[in-house]
């Protein structure tokens, strides 16, 4: 059974500083992972798709890396802003049923000071 | 283009009671999925729909049940409410045709049950 863990489960740094957020899964047979950003109460927003065959993907200033092998992926926000304040999550898809269900970490909650 | 759209945004239930919650995927999408989110946590599964059938089901009782309807829109029934089921539901939209299947969600629906 797929578990998916995101550690720290809260970061606050200040503006400027570089963020990286971890996620790690148990089972390596996964289909594509995606990074996502959540502000309270609201719905989900897709940051980044990497699928199985990729080291990683850049939009911007987000950079997610991923390494199966070691069942880990990593964001990295580049040069944070107050903006960037939100919970992150990260899901993964299994191979085997890649058309169905994400599995969800908890996420991690950013906050960052002015 | 507009997104995938949740109504209604907020709703107010007895214990006991019925609730139909409703989802229109993003235009082009032909799959739904549905999530349940408490609080302070990632999203749980509930079930995906395609064709019109449940093609995939999570760890959810049988009084949460589903439909999708020929213009690929999809309804959320969860019967006999439990205050347990306070949470906000997430509806997510993919294509098929891809083969990413990368989920775009709504803005989702809050429930509340006393």
Known sequence: KQEVTQIPAALSVPEGENLVLNCSFTDSAIYNLQWFRQDPGKGLTSLLLIQSSQREQTSGRLNASLDKSSGRSTLYIAASQPGDSATYLC???????????????????????P | DAGVTQ????????????????????????????????????????????EEEERQRGNFPDRFSGHQFPNYSSELNVNALLLGDSALYLCASSFAGTGYYEQYFGPGTRLTVT
């Open chain 2, 7 to 50: 109504s209604p945004t907020h709703l107010i239930k007895t214990r006991g009671q019925q609730v139909t919650l409703r989802c229109s995927p993003k235009s082009g999408h032909d799959t739904v999925s549905w999530y349940q989110q408490a609080l302070g946590q990632g999203p749980q599964f509930i079930f995906q729909y395609y």
């Open chain 1, 91 to 113: 899901a993964v898809k299994g191979f085997v049923d890649s058309w169905g269900k994400l599995q969800f970490g908890a996420g991690t909650q950013v906050v960052v000071t």
